[in-house]
């Protein structure tokens, strides 16, 4: 896989497959999180076989980039143009996405002014979300049923560990 300097301009989609929590204190604008195991899970929901991908990593150890190559070549995704060091980004090119805790959601207003999007699928609920704004979007259907949701309202996503909420939120973004 071919190292790509972050001075160059990246033509293709960025997927971050670093943790969901590095992903959610600072990240390239538009990249999408996909850690290495959701990477199989749910990549094709949001990205076609032939869309040209740019990996964006932590460490570029062989294990590593031979991992994503792998795993890549796994599901069918034929395009991918090389990776890029996160360290080597340039930060003004950097967000992050905010997270609120279970009881800091709960004691927001009572009002419509956002969503609780939750990303499970109705069979592995077993302790259900609050009812308040609730959607649900399984994350396997999130790319084609995302123009449900109202476009001017924040969103919160949930699931069972986060890990797809933060794929989600940063589909979304």
């Known amino acids: 896989m071919n190292k ?3 001075t160059q301009t990246i033509h293709s989609t960025l997927v971050d497959v670093r943790s969901q ?3 959610q204190v600072a990240h390239a604008k538009g990249s999408l999180n996909l850690s290495p195991s959701n990477l199989s899970k749910y990549a094709l929901n949001f990205l076609a076989t032939d869309q040209a991908i740019t990996f964006v990593v932590e460490d570029d150890s062989p294990e590593t980039l031979s991992e994503l190559t792998d795993k890549a070549n796994a599901i069918g995704l034929t395009n991918v143009q090389g990776y890029v060091l996160f360290a ?3 930060t003004d090119s950097l967000q992050s996405i905010d997270t609120i805790s279970a009881e800091d959601f709960l004691s927001l207003p009572i009002d419509d002014s956002f969503t609780l999007l939750d990303l499970r699928q109705a ?3 077993t302790r259900p979300a609050p009812d308040r704004n609730l959607s649900n979007i399984p994350i396997e259907e999130l790319a084609k049923e995302y123009t449900k949701l109202e476009e001017k309202q924040k969103i919160y996503t949930l699931c069972g560990s986060g890990g797809r ?3 989600a939120a940063s589909f979304l973004s």
Request: proline fraction near 7%.
């Open 4 to 6: 790509i300097s972050s």
């Open 21 to 23: 929590f590095d992903f």
């Open 88 to 90: 080597e980004l340039p």
């Open 123 to 125: 069979a592995e609920i």
């Open 165 to 167: 909420a933060t794929a």
